[in-house]
């Protein structure tokens, strides 16, 4: 038997076929060019797709998408960073050209349930997740099972607000936000560490953050506390919502790794009522980018 697991990002797209046990035995990736939008993306899951299915013939498809879903049906409400997903129908499209049957669902629940089942997750309940990637989202796991609110979402994490005038999550923490800070950093402090990494790089400036804390940098420990803080702050409110017994932290950031997770574990209880003292164990996701491939193949298993 074979899966087909895909993953719809802001950033990357990613196609896998699994085994019957959900492993990965193939894999194609692709890097999104957000300018040529929905259209484009739809077009690079085309190419690899028909490239996969010459030599597999899934009997399901799990789909991670970048943005509210409607999970139900398959059908995409939007995209909170490509243009043209609105009201799109992505699990008929891809059921028409497949001949399989496909579940879709928000990437970072997606994520979470692989997270939750084959990662860091497995000995524990609830366990919430949240990454830190092109954009930011959450999901929760209970009792094994993605929570799912009322249509359209649940967990948007990313949209969480740090203050009144509307900061949310995603504008401070995410990688592109991240980035931007960055360059600002590389103007006004030229000569550390993080300046000397970043160079004349403009674009993905972060994955330079955990080798300038390793030098010990001043402004990337700046910059990393200030993550951390902000963070903290918001997964406050998870925690005091859903208490849960584990937090992972994935995304594109987490590769910072433990700088990043001590960083926040240190930071929350500040936040957290007495009674959830010293909140949820935190750790940094097993699965690294596999987390929503993985996630997919679970739930392409689960409804094949």
Request: with cysteine.
């Given at each position: ?10 950033t ?6 699994g ?17 040529h939008?929905?259209a484009?993306?739809r ?15 899934p ?13 139900r ?12 997903w ?27 349930f ?7 997750g ?6 919430f997740?949240?990454?830190l990637?092109?954009g930011?989202?959450g999901?929760?796991i ?24 509307g ?21 006004t ?9 970043i ?9 330079h953050?955990?080798g300038a ?11 990393l ?11 406050s409110?998870?925690?005091?919502l ?38 949820p ?24």
């Amino acid at each position: 038997m074979r899966l087909l697991g895909i993953e719809i990002g802001g950033t990357k797209l990613q196609i896998v076929v699994g085994d019957e046990s959900a492993a990965i035995v193939e894999r194609r990736r692709f890097t999104v060019e957000r300018a040529h939008g929905a259209a484009g993306i739809r077009r690079q899951i085309e190419a690899g797709v028909e490239e996969l299915l010459a030599r597999h013939r899934p009997v399901a498809v799990g789909v991670g998408f970048g943005g509210p879903v409607d999970w139900r049906t398959g059908r995409a409400c939007r995209s909170h960073h490509i243009e043209g997903w609105s009201e799109f129908d992505l699990g008929g499209w891809l059921r028409r050209w497949t001949g399989a049957r496909v579940v879709v669902d928000n990437d970072a629940n997606v994520a979470a349930f692989g997270e939750a089942r084959r990662g860091a997750g497995r000995d524990f309940n609830p366990v919430f997740y949240f990454n830190l990637g092109s954009g930011v989202g959450g999901g929760l796991i209970v009792d094994g099972r993605i929570y799912h609110g009322a249509i359209p979402g649940e967990v948007e994490f990313g949209h969480v607000r740090l203050d009144r005038a509307g900061t949310t999550v995603e504008a401070r923490c995410s990688g592109w936000a991240v980035d931007a800070h960055l360059r600002t950093l590389k103007q006004t402090e030229p000569d550390g560490a993080l300046a000397r990494l970043i160079g004349d790089a403009v674009g993905g400036e972060a994955r330079h953050l955990a080798g300038a804390l390793a030098q010990g940098d001043p402004a990337a420990k700046r910059v990393l506390d200030e993550l951390a803080g902000d963070v903290a702050f918001a997964l406050s409110h998870a925690v005091h919502l859903f208490h849960p017994q584990l937090v992972v932290v994935g995304g594109g950031l987490s590769q910072v790794g433990e700088p990043l997770r001590a960083a926040v574990a240190g930071a929350l209880p500040r936040f957290v009522m007495e009674a959830f003292w010293p909140g949820p164990e935190i750790c940094v996701a097993q699965l690294g980018e596999d987390a929503v491939p993985v996630g997919a193949l679970l739930l392409a298993q689960a409804n094949g």
